[in-house]
């Protein structure tokens, strides 16, 4: 089956700590995305890869780190330098077009402890 | 400052009705508009979009309303059910990157 698989669904930390979560995608597309959504807002973009070994800033991008080595893959860190983590993060993909969807993973919801 | 936005942040509506959803934007470079449906704990799933060339576009019971010169546009669900109960989010992008999402609207359909 054609998917966004994130991984772990559910994730709790320490402060200080970094964590990973991963997002794989078999549908062959470029472009990828992390999201993150709090209670009563929407979805705000941390980063987006486009291609490739190539990967852009979102609007909050500070304490988030990602790698885009290969395609079907787009992992995020939560840094401990990230002020405020806890929340419900989403991966998505897309085929970079002008007019195509954005296709989402289930989501990972990261508590700090 | 919010690019797309949803100002109901809630929505009731009798089963059978219609549902009338809104969103407004700001920046006039949008060119592609696409409503996304959300369940607690999932991720949001497609519903419908339309390019700026249209001014609607319509897929079974959900059609999606554009006017550029206002910078609005809305999704209509007819005949509302149940299980469109959900959170519906409006989402805007420049030829198809950096998508932006609007804060949401929970729809609830009462039987």
């Known amino acids: 089956d054609g998917g966004i698989t994130q991984s772990p669904k559910y994730l709790f930390r320490k402060e200080g700590q970094n964590v990973t979560l991963s997002c794989e995608q078999n549908?062959?597309?470029?472009?990828m995305y992390w999201y993150r959504q709090d209670p009563g807002q929407g979805l705000r973009l941390i980063y987006y890869s486009q291609i490739v070994n190539d990967f852009q800033k979102g609007d909050i991008a500070e304490g988030y780190s990602v790698s885009r080595e290969k395609k079907e893959s787009f992992p995020l860190t939560v840094t401990s330098a990230q002020k405020n983590p806890t929340a419900f993060y989403l991966c998505a993909s897309g085929r970079a077009s002008a007019t195509g969807e954005l296709f989402f993973g289930e989501g990972s919801r990261l508590t700090v402890l | 400052d919010q690019q797309v936005k949803q100002n109901s942040p809630s929505l009731s509506v009798q089963e059978g009705r219609i549902s009338i959803l809104n969103c407004d934007y700001t920046?006039?470079?949008?060119?592609?508009f696409l409503w996304y449906k959300k369940y607690p704990a999932e991720g949001p799933t497609f519903l419908i979009s339309?390019?700026?060339?249209?001014d609607k576009n319509e897929d079974g019971r959900f059609t999606v309303f554009l006017n550029k010169s206002a910078k609005h546009l809305s999704l209509h669900i007819v005949p509302s059910q149940p299980g469109d109960s959900a959170v519906y989010f409006c989402a805007a992008s420049v030829r198809g990157q950096n998508f932006v999402f609007g804060p949401g609207t929970r729809l609830s359909v009462l039987p």
């Open positions: 920046n006039s470079m949008f060119d592609y």
């Open positions: 339309i390019s700026s060339i249209k």
């Open positions: 549908l062959n597309h470029d472009a």
